[in-house]
């Protein structure tokens, strides 16, 4: 995403940035509630642990794809975002 939103930045003039959307599929869980997964856990934590190694809709290997399902790759993305734009924190969304 970030080799995406320097493309569109080429030719913009300086600080006209105003804020960076970050989109997120929502990982393996994004169908589930709170208390769905917490009954889960409890009851099978190797479906649990099955379901956050196997994204829904690509194949990224299990680090990258449990960072997504616990959406810990969008924090990391939204710190980059940050410093390679000089975005204030609170200009940067995410939007599952």
């Known amino acids: ?3 995406a939103i320097f493309q569109c930045l080429q030719g913009v003039p300086p600080d ?7 989109t997120a599929s929502g990982g393996a869980f ?8 917490r009954r889960l856990n ?3 934590p190797e479906a649990v642990r099955a379901k956050a190694t196997t994204h829904p ?3 990224m290997g299990a680090k990258i794809t449990v960072d997504s399902a616990t959406m810990m790759n969008k924090g990391l993305e ?4 940050h ?10 969304e995410i939007v599952v």
């Open 30 to 37: 994004r169908d589930m509630d709170a208390e769905e997964l």
């Open 78 to 81: 939204v710190i980059e975002a």
């Open 1 to 3: 995403e970030h080799s």
């Open 83 to 92: 410093y390679l734009f000089g975005a204030a924190y609170d200009d940067i």
């Open 16 to 22: 006209s940035l105003r804020r960076i959307i970050l």
């Open 57 to 59: 809709n690509w194949d």
């Open 42 to 44: 409890a009851e099978d």
